[in-house]
């Protein structure tokens, strides 16, 4: 099974600053996706980035970037500019395409405070 | 609608009831997933649907747990004599496509068992 670890429970950054947080998996597969999902006090899961691990390319979308090592099996999420709105459980997740869909095993999220 | 909708978004039941759990997915999205998030933890996989077929439930933490979509659009998973640990935001995901397409996840349903 593959695993996903995120070892920072809780993350504290400035406004305008740089946060990045950590996220380590477990897998024996070549061909699977990543992604970061951001978690707001709503609920509902809004996905923030995602790398195909076949490309070694690292993914940007705007502020956010990550840091993808293969090898390493590391996918650390680069917040840069931080906003108060980027407060909010961050979850790390591992997908492998399949015939059964990809369904998706998540960590177990880190709690990101941004700081006036 | 636009995005994904879960009702009810929170849900009190006395242990051993039953409840039912709606999801109205994106129009048109072909597959679903359910995900069940306990208090301080990330989601964990229950069962994906592609169209009307459940083509895995190897999530579904027990026999009391029944997931459904007759006809390919709105699902509604059940839980049947509900026990404390039952507890949990149990949340729904659809997609355009199999394979690669990203999830849409909607706010889910607070389910709290006493």
């Known amino acids: 099974a593959q695993t996903v670890t995120q070892s920072q429970p809780e993350m504290s950054v400035q406004e305008a600053e740089t946060v990045t947080l950590s996220c380590t998996y477990d897998?024996?597969?070549?061909?699977?996706?990543l992604f970061w999902y951001k978690q707001p006090p709503s609920r509902q899961m809004i996905l923030v980035i995602r790398?195909?691990?076949?490309?070694?390319q690292n993914a940007t979308e705007n502020r956010f970037s990550v840091n993808f090592q293969k090898a390493a099996k590391s996918f650390s999420l680069k917040i840069s500019d931080s906003q108060l709105g980027d407060a909010a459980m961050y979850f790390c997740?591992?997908?492998?395409?399949?015939?059964?869909?990809?369904?998706?095993?998540f960590g177990k999220g880190t709690s990101l405070l941004v700081t006036p | 609608g636009a995005g994904v909708s879960q009702s009810p978004r929170y849900k009190v039941a006395k242990r051993g009831q039953d409840v039912a759990l709606r999801c109205d997915p994106i129009s048109g999205h072909v597959s679903l997933f359910w995900y069940q998030q306990a208090l301080g933890q990330g989601p964990e996989f229950l069962t994906y649907?592609?169209?009307?077929?459940?083509?895995?439930k190897s999530g579904l933490p027990s026999d009391r747990f029944f997931a459904e979509r007759p006809e390919g659009s709105v699902s509604t998973l059940k839980i049947q004599r509900t026990q404390q640990e039952d507890s949990a935001v149990y949340l729904c995901?659809?997609?355009?496509?199999?394979?690669?397409?990203?999830?849409?996840f909607g706010n889910g349903t607070r389910l709290t068992v006493t």
């Open positions: 649907f592609q169209n009307e077929a459940q083509l895995d």
């Open positions: 997740a591992y997908g492998r395409n399949s015939n059964s869909g990809y369904a998706l095993n």
């Open positions: 995901a659809s997609s355009s496509r199999t394979g690669d397409s990203p999830l849409h």
């Open positions: 897998t024996s597969e070549s061909d699977y996706y």
């Open positions: 790398q195909e691990a076949y490309k070694q």
